[in-house]
C-alpha cells in the first residue's frame, strides 16, 4: 500500500447519457441529445474522511457517486482507487475490488429483499466473495449487526425485513456492507427517508466509522446534515462541482453565488433566525444543453458580461480562509 | 373575542382494520385557526397529522369513522358526515397535496382543471372561468400560455404551484397543504413557501401547514401543534416552541434536527418508537422514549394544561399548573 | 464505542413496523383464504383425487362391454353405458387420468418455456430480448387449432405428442407476463444492491428475481392448466388424440361417432363434457384468485361509494 495518494482520487469525470429526439427528430437529423450528468468533476478522499456531495436534484450528484464505483458507465475521466485507476476495468476485474468499496442505498424499504431473512442478506457478501468458513461467517454476521448498533444479534438475526422499522432495516443495510470490511462506504441520501428522531442514530453510525478509518462519501440534498457531519463539503451544480473545501470554510465563508444562495434558503430552526432568503428566479434547468461558459450564469445575482465568456475553473477564492477553499467563480 | 375560523375540537379518527381491529389514529386534539393565520401541524409519521387534515375536508376513507367538531364559522361540519362537510370543500376549505403529480388527471390540460372546480360550484364558466384560471395561473408565477399543457409537461416546482392555484380557483378562505415542498428541492421549497405566504397575505387566507419538516414551520409559521402517537402534545407560537419548549417531545425533536450554524452541538435521536395505536395507551405515550419521564408517567395520562399565554402542553412535568386548558 | 452501545439498546427498543399491507402474502396464505380460490381449488381436488384412486375404483378394462348400448342410467350404472356399451362411470374416471395428465404436463412444458424466454428477455434486455420478443410474437400470429391439427398428423398422435404440441403453442402469454414482472423486480433496490456488491448473473436470476415471480408463474400456469385441458379435449374431438388412451375429449369424439344425439344418450355427451368444465372452471377460479392477489393494482376498494362514518361525541358530556 503506497502512502503518498488518497484512498480515492477522482478526475474529469464525465458521465452522459443519450436521450432519444423523437420520431421528429430523428427524420430531421436533429444532433443525437445527452444528458450531461457528470461533466468534469474531479475530486479525492483520504481513509479517515467524510466527503458531502450537496446539491440540488440534477446536479449530477448521485450519478458520480455510482460512476465512481462503477455501478454506471463513465465516458471519460480517471478513477483511481488506492492508487489503481479502476475505470476501464472489467466487471471481472472489478470483482475483488467490490469488497473494498460498497453503498448504502435511500430506501431503507425497498433495499432489502424481502425474501431474505436479516442474517442471509447480511451474509449473502460473504458468499458471494466466498470468505471465511461456515463457523467464521456467522461470527462476522453477528459483529456486524453489533456494529450497526443491532444488538443483541440474536434478536435480529432471523427476522425478515418487514418485521423491522425503517431505521432498523437502514441498519441493516449498512452491516451488510460492513461485514467485507470496506475501505470506502458510498451512502446515498442514508436517512432521507427516516423521521428526523432516527436520523442521527443511523449517522453516528458513520460518524464513529469514519473515525475507525473508513472513507465515506455521503450524497446529500440536506445541507443542515452535511453540515454537521462531513469533514469537507463539495457543492454540485449540473455535472460539475462549483464549490468545495472544509466543511466550517464553506458554510460560514460561502464564496460561489449559489453556495450563498443555497445556504440562505436553507430554513433555520430558530424562528428568529429568518434571514433573508437569497430565492433564485426559475429552476436548475436540464443538462442536456449546457453553454460552454459558466453554467450557473442565467441564473446568477451576481453575473457580469465576462461571465458568457469563459467557463471557470476551480480556484482558491480571494476571501478564503483555508487553503483548500475552492469555488468556480471568475468573480470570487 | 370573535369566533376563530376554524376550531377543531376533541377530534377523534378511527380505521377498522381488515383482521378485525381498530386503530384509533387521532385521539382527541383542539386547535384553532383564525382568519389570516399561518399555523402548522408538525409530527413524524404515523402521528395523525395526516389524518386530521384529511378530517377536516372529509377526506376519510369508507373505514373510518370520526367523531368530534369541526366548527367553521361556528358551524360544526362533520354534523353528519358527507352531508355537512362536502359544500364547504373548494368554496371555503381548499386542499394541496403532496406531490402534485397525484392531484392533477394527466389527460386534461392544466388550465381545464383549473376551471372545472369553478363550474362544478358556479363561480365562473366557458370564457369567464378561462380568464380567472390564466389570472391564478399569473399569479402563482406560471406564464398564462402554458395553460393549455399537460401536468406531464410541467416540472416539479411548476406543478405544485399549478396545484396552488388550483386549490385557490373558488376562493377559499382555509388553505390545508400537506407537505407541499417535502419531494421539492431546496431552492424551489423556499420559492414555493414564498408564494404560500405571500398568497396567504393578499387573500387573507388561513393557512394549515401540515409536514414533519421542523424549520419549514419555523420559517412560514406564525404557530403550530405538535403531535404525538395521534395527539397534540403542545401547541403555542412557533418562538415558544423553539425556545420555551414544554413537553419534552418537542425540546428533542428540535434538538434531532441538524442546523446548519449548531456548529458541534451534538444531534440527537430518541430511541425506541411510538406506540401502536391499534391498542389502548396507557399513561402517557411518550414515556418510553422520554428522559425526564418520573413517577406519573407510566400510568396516568397527561392533561393538556395552559401553561402560558395560548401555550398548551401534555405533559406532568407542567402538573404544578392548576387549571386544564379551555377548549 | 459507547455510542454504539447506546445506538444498541436504542435499536432494540425500536418499534417493529406492524403495516401488515408490507407483508408478502403466500401462495398457501391465498390459497387458504380467499373464497374463490378454494372453490377452484376444491373442484380441482376432487378430480385429481378421482384420477389418482382411478386403479382402486376401476376394476378391469373401463372400456369393455358391459350391457347393451347406449343403456340409460340405472341402479347399477349411474351414468349409463356408451355407444360401446362400457359403463360411463369407468370411462369418466379413466378419461379424467388422461385429461388432468396431458393437462398438468402440457401447462408445466409451456410454463417452463414461457417462464425461461421471460426470464431470459425481462433480464437482459437489449437484443436478447429483442429477439425472444420477435420469436414470441411470431409464435402468437400462428393459429393454434390448425398448428396443432398440422403436428399431429406430422408427428402421429401419441400422448406424448400431445402434450408437447400444446406445450409449445401456450407460452407466450406466460412470457411476456414473466418478462414484465422481470423488468419491474430487475429495478428494485435490492436487486441493484446485490449487483452493487459483486453477485453474478446467475445468483441474481436464481436468488433474488426468480422467488419474486414465482408466485405469478404458480398462478398462471393453474391457468395454463385450464387451457391445456380444454386443447386436449378439442384435439382428441377433432379425432387428432392418441387412440389408445381415454380421455374425456375422446369420450365426446366417440358419443358423435356413435349417434349418440339421434339416440338421446346425454349421459354419452354431457358428463364428459360437464368434467372438462368444471375442471377448466376450477382451474380458472383458483389461478385467476391467485393472480388477482398477487396483483395489488387489480384491487378496486378506493372507487367504493361508502362515505366515512360519524359518531356522537361520547365521554365529555357523560362524565358532567
Known sequence: MNGSHSLLEVEDLVARYPVGRGVVGAVTRQPKLEVRAVDGVSFSLDRGEMLALVGESGCGKTSTAQSVLRLIETSGGSIRFDGQEISGLSTKELRPLRRRMQIVYQDPYESLDPRFRVGATIEEPLEVHKVGSRQERREAVKAALELAGLTPAELYIDRYPHELSGGQRQRVAIAATLVLGPELLVADEPVSMLDVSVRAGILSILDELRDKGLAVLMITHDLSTAAHYADRIAVMYLGRIVEEGPTREVIENPQHPYTRALLSVVPKRDPRERGTPQI?????????????????????????????????????????????HRAACIRV | MTTPLLEVEDLNVWFELPSGGELHAVRGISFELEAGERFGLVGESGCGKTTAMLSIMGLLPPNATVAGEVRLDGENILARGEETVSPHRWNDIAMVFQGAMNAFNPVKTVGSQIEEPMELHGIAEGRIARRQAEELLERVGIPKDRADRFPHEFSGGMR??????????????????????????????????????????????????????????????????????????????????????????????????????AGGERVASIPGAPPRLDKPIVGCPFQPRCDRAFAPCPTETPLLKTVGERHVAACHLNDHVREPATA | MSASIQGGAAAATEGVDVSASRRPRSIRQIALREPTAIAGLAIIAFFVLVALLEPILVTGDPKAKVGPIFEPPSATYPLGLDGGGANMVDLLMAGARVSLLVGFCAALVSAFIGGTVGLLAGFYGGKVDVTLMRMTDYVIVIPDIPLMIVAAALFGRSLTNIIIIIGIIYWTTTARLIRAQVLSVRERVYVKRARALGAGNGRLIFKHILPQVAPLLVANTVLLVAYAIFAETFITFLGLGDPSVISWGRLIENAFNDDAILNDAWWAIIPPGLCVTLVVLGATLFGQSLEDALNPRLRVGHLSVRRFKVRPLRGKLDAE
Open chain 1, 280 to 324: 433564485l428566479r426559475g429552476e436548475t434547468p436540464n443538462s442536456i444543453h449546457i453553454p460552454p461558459w459558466c453554467r450557473f450564469q442565467p441564473r446568477c445575482p451576481m453575473a457580469i458580461a465576462d461571465c458568457k465568456t469563459v467557463d471557470p475553473e476551480l480556484r482558491r477564492p480571494a476571501a478564503s480562509t483555508h487553503p483548500e
Open chain 2, 160 to 261: 405544485q404551484r399549478a396545484a396552488i392555484a388550483m386549490a385557490l380557483a373558488c376562493e377559499p378562505r382555509i388553505l390545508l397543504a400537506d407537505e407541499p415542498t417535502t419531494a421539492l428541492d431546496v431552492m424551489v421549497q423556499a420559492q414555493i413557501l414564498e408564494l404560500l405566504v405571500s398568497l396567504a397575505a393578499d387573500f387573507n387566507l388561513a393557512l394549515l401547514l401540515v409536514t414533519h419538516d421542523l424549520p419549514i414551520v419555523a420559517q412560514v409559521c406564525d404557530r403550530a401543534a405538535v403531535m404525538y402517537a395521534g395527539e397534540v402534545a403542545e401547541s403555542a407560537s412557533i418562538d415558544a416552541l423553539f425556545h420555551t419548549p414544554k413537553h419534552p417531545y418537542t425540546r428533542l425533536l428540535f434538538a434531532a434536527t441538524p442546523d446548519l450554524r
